[in-house]
């Protein structure tokens, strides 16, 4: 029970570091102070560990940030009590932050910031030494790097295409040059050939979910084309499912 009640405040004061980070980086790319986005009024430091209305126009909260406070807690719970053979604790903790930060931003922006993924590109680089050593690690992050910016290329040619076909333009694109950075610093962290399992994972699970999601928008009469899914979650989830060995044997 002792460490039941240590873990709590741990857990939630990284899921405010998450909110805090998703709330001011992609508006400032720095550490700065927060703000209101209806009123831009300065946000308390605590407003991270405990979300209330905002104090000037009275604007709610959003539900993500008690989603991912929540989520801090059981995460901290659950690695505890479970820790990844591969990372260990600390490790585990580490980078569920940085993937919870990397998930929201995607989700919420469509944007996975240059500056994460160069903090990503460093800390892949020391647990992928630590794990494999420097050529499947250095190799690792080639591969992944090399092999989403194939994709990237692909998804333009094939947006343009349907767009010729169609004669309708748009915004959208099937995947952005944040997640081919985010695909090299996976290939660091699970190395070679450990970076072709969790791409192919990331493409099957991408490839579930946004079946299901244009099933429910066929049946709700939704159905918007050109729609994109954001795909860092997908690579984020394909990693840590392996590295916290929920799915066993695929990488070593």
């Not at 029970?1 to 857990?11: A, D, E, Y």
């Not at 991408?206 to 994109?228: D, E, I």
């Not at 590295?243 to 070593?252: D, E, P, Q, R, Y």
């Given at each position: 029970?002792?460490?039941?009640?240590?873990?709590?405040?741990?857990?939630w004061g990284l899921g405010?570091?998450?909110?805090?980070?998703?709330?001011?980086?992609?508006?400032?790319?720095?550490?700065?102070?927060?703000?209101?986005?209806?009123?831009?009024?300065?946000?308390?430091?605590?407003?991270?560990?405990?979300?209330?209305?905002?104090?000037?126009?009275?604007?709610?909260?959003?539900?993500?940030?008690?989603?991912?406070?929540?989520?801090?807690?059981?995460?901290?719970?659950?690695?505890?009590?479970?820790?990844?053979?591969?990372?260990?604790?600390?490790?585990?903790?580490?980078?569920?932050?940085?993937?919870?930060?990397?998930?929201?931003?995607?989700i919420e922006y469509h944007?996975?910031?240059?500056?994460?993924?160069?903090?990503?590109?460093?800390?892949?680089?020391?647990?992928?030494?630590?794990?494999?050593?420097?050529?499947?690690?250095?190799?690792?992050?080639?591969?992944?790097?090399?092999?989403?910016?194939?994709?990237?290329?692909?998804?333009?040619l094939f947006l343009k295409?349907?767009?010729?076909?169609?004669?309708?333009?748009?915004?959208?694109?099937?995947?952005?040059?944040?997640?081919?950075?985010?695909?090299?610093?996976?290939?660091?962290?699970?190395?070679?050939?450990?970076?072709?399992?969790?791409?192919?994972?990331?493409?099957?699970?991408?490839?579930?979910?946004?079946?299901?999601?244009?099933?429910?928008?066929?049946?709700?009469?939704?159905?918007?084309?050109?729609?994109?899914?954001?795909?860092?979650?997908?690579?984020?989830?394909?990693?840590?499912?392996?590295?916290?060995?929920?799915?066993?044997?695929?990488?070593?």
């Open positions: 029970m002792i460490n039941i009640f240590w873990l709590i405040p741990v857990g405010g570091l998450v909110n805090y980070l998703a709330d001011t980086l992609p508006r400032t790319r720095s550490f700065s102070t927060p703000v209101c986005p209806v009123c831009e009024e300065a946000f308390p430091w605590h407003y991270t560990l405990w979300p209330k209305r905002c104090q000037a126009c009275g604007e709610k909260r959003s539900l993500r940030m008690w989603i991912v406070l929540i989520l801090g807690v059981v995460t901290a719970l659950g690695l505890w009590y479970f820790p990844p053979a591969r990372l260990g604790f600390g490790g585990g903790l580490l980078w569920s932050v940085y993937f919870g930060l990397v998930v929201v931003t995607d944007l996975i910031l240059h500056p994460v993924s160069l903090a990503g590109a460093v800390l892949g680089a020391g647990f992928g030494v630590a794990l494999h050593g420097w050529l499947p690690t250095l190799l690792g992050g080639a591969a992944g790097f090399g092999m989403m910016l194939g994709l990237y290329y692909l998804g333009k295409l349907l767009i010729h076909i169609r004669g309708e333009e748009t915004d959208e694109v099937p995947l952005g040059f944040g997640d081919v950075n985010l695909a090299g610093v996976i290939g660091l962290l699970l190395g070679w050939p450990g970076i072709t399992i969790g791409l192919l994972l990331a493409v099957i699970i991408g490839g579930v979910v946004s079946g299901f999601y244009l099933l429910m928008s066929l049946v709700l009469r939704r159905y918007r084309a050109y729609t994109a899914l954001p795909y860092g979650p997908f690579l984020a989830l394909s990693t840590l499912l392996l590295l916290f060995g929920v799915i066993k044997g695929l990488i070593k």
